[in-house]
Nanobody, 123 residues
Framework: QVQLVESGGGLVQAGGSLRLSCAAS????????MAWYCQVPGKQRELVAA???????DYADSVKGRFTISRDNAKNTVYLQMNSLKPEDTTVYYC?????????????????WGQGTQVTVSS
């Protein structure tokens, strides 16, 4: 019913750039906070960057000054511009969105996750 579809991951050399995109689709009434998380195997998912519906942003210390999160509310899409990439940025990145949908005659609010996109930075 609701999907978050990510794109833009891949292989890049250290110092390079990538732009991740995540588009939400379905019977969406409202999207509040949108965010990107990363997960290294064996560890919990960690916040990379988040953005509210009004545009306020938050970043992990490790990416401040290098990554920029933005969103297009008309397209229900969030972006992550990743510059000056480092080998330690290599991991799977997941899109997250706090959604309100209309389903079965009711409003439902919940957090939804994308399938993940791999980012690999070679040294």
């Amino acid at each position: 019913q609701v999907q978050l579809v990510e794109s833009g991951g891949g292989l890049v050399q250290a110092g390079g750039s990538l732009r991740l995109s995540c588009a939400a689709s379905g019977n969406i009434i409202r999207i509040n906070r949108m965010a990107w998380y990363c997960q290294v195997p064996g560890k919990q998912r960690e916040l990379v960057a988040a953005i509210t519906s009004s545009g306020s942003t938050d970043y992990a210390d490790s990416v401040k000054g290098r990554f920029t999160i933005s969103r297009d509310n008309a397209k229900n899409t969030v972006y992550l511009q990743m510059n000056s990439l480092k080998p330690e940025d290599t991991t799977v990145y997941y899109c997250n969105a706090d959604l309100t949908i209309w389903s079965g005659g009711n409003y439902r609010s919940f957090a939804s996750w994308g399938q993940g996109t791999q980012v690999t930075v070679s040294s």
